[in-house]
């Protein structure tokens, strides 16, 4: 989808919220994203009304430069001018709200289009797509082929210094093994989410693991009842990596990675989603 088709979705649902038909004419697009600093401005008065020198300051601008633009937005009825200070209108106050998770989720588009245009990024629940401006800060993993197996050793130290680590699993690691026996060790609470299908596949192949790191009191695991369509998921303190399948639903082991605190929830919710729906194990 190109940007004008994504503005209009975005306008179109600022209108609807406001009550009135989709907008036919692109004069509040021209107003809100033709100018950098009219939406700048739009942000940076959501936090409440600011005085024209801290506005000036937070654009880097000058007021002969900024006055046009406030002045086009007081004509739009976006914002208010009380003396030297200028806050948003009711209007402003709606499209501001509604414009930063929506530049939120286009930064983190572009920022990992190869990534997210090459894989199934419908296998993310919708209403976690709909949060998609929360993970922000990432970083996509190419292992490659030689190393496809390795540890991604970054985030497993990440794993390894948090005090509780969440894993969503559909397939086996080899190292899976490896992984949970150095955070068990150290006394990291662990949690496991595993597909049905890999479960049964646990029990059948390492019937006696399972029964050993079931034997561990900081060791969780869960039967999910239905589909998981992600390949894996793993939570630390700090952030979550997450793989994809490919659009051809082939695996594949890329890996988006994001340490941030919004992130972190975001993945964090991810894996309570899963949670929900899952069975603990308590003996095989």
Known sequence: ?????????????????????????KTLL??????????????ILQNGPKEM?????????TRQALLPQMRILKDHNLIYQSGDSYGLKNTGKLLANKMKPFLGTVKTME????????HKLDSIPEHFLNRLCEVDDCKIIDPGHINAHQLNADFLEEALTSKSVYFVY??????????LQQLLDKGIEVSVIDSKELVEKLITEIYEVCQYFLSYKNFKIFRYKRDINISSLTVTDNGFLLRLRLSNNEFSNKQLVCLSPKGRKWGKDLYDHYLKDSTLITEI
């Open 30 to 43: 021209d107003v809100v994203f033709a100018s950098e600093r009219r939406k700048n401005v739009l942000l």
């Open 111 to 118: 920022e990992n289009s190869n990534y997210l245009i090459t």
């Open 1 to 25: 989808m190109n940007k004008l088709g994504i503005e209009n979705i975005f306008a179109n649902s600022v209108s609807a919220l406001a009550g009135g038909p989709p907008l036919m004419e």
């Open 170 to 179: 559909t397939f086996m690691h080899p190292a899976c093994n490896s992984i």
């Open 53 to 61: 020198e801290s506005i000036l300051k937070s654009l880097q601008t």
